[in-house]
């Protein structure tokens, strides 16, 4: 059973940082990739970043040059540094990972709240 526990949400003034991290009940070694998502109120989830079992990044226009993605595999963490903070990230940000096999297997955390002040 994988489980997902999101921390590091909080409320921040704008133009502030937050480091959200993704913990892992399993060795994240056995996933493809890894990333965030995030659900601001009547919105849809969208990608906010993401990261490969190879290494290679994504991330969403929105916050390119803000936000940073990585891990720690001796952690079984996976980690969102979230700078420069404006009004509108403010959301529910939800951790993924997943598989690709026969079938894919996505496994989500339950949000961590960030909430920017103006």
């Known amino acids: 059973q994988v489980q997902l526990e999101e921390s590091g949400g909080g409320l921040v003034q704008a133009g502030g940082s937050l480091r959200l991290s993704c913990a892992a009940s399993?060795?994240?070694?056995?996933?493809?990739?890894m990333g965030w998502y995030r659900q601001a109120p009547g919105k849809q989830r969208e990608l906010v970043a993401a990261?490969?079992?190879?290494?290679?990044?994504n991330y969403a226009d929105f916050v390119k040059g803000r936000f940073t993605i990585s891990r720690t595999y001796a952690k079984n963490t996976v980690y969102l540094q979230t700078n420069s903070l404006k009004s509108e990230d403010t959301a529910v940000y939800y951790c993924?990972?997943?598989?690709?096999?026969?079938?894919?297997?996505?496994?989500w955390g339950q949000g961590t709240q960030v909430t920017v002040s103006s």
């Open positions: 993924n990972m997943r598989r690709l096999g026969i079938f894919r297997e996505d496994y």
């Open positions: 399993v060795s994240i070694f056995s996933f493809n990739s």
């Open positions: 990261i490969t079992d190879g290494g290679i990044t």
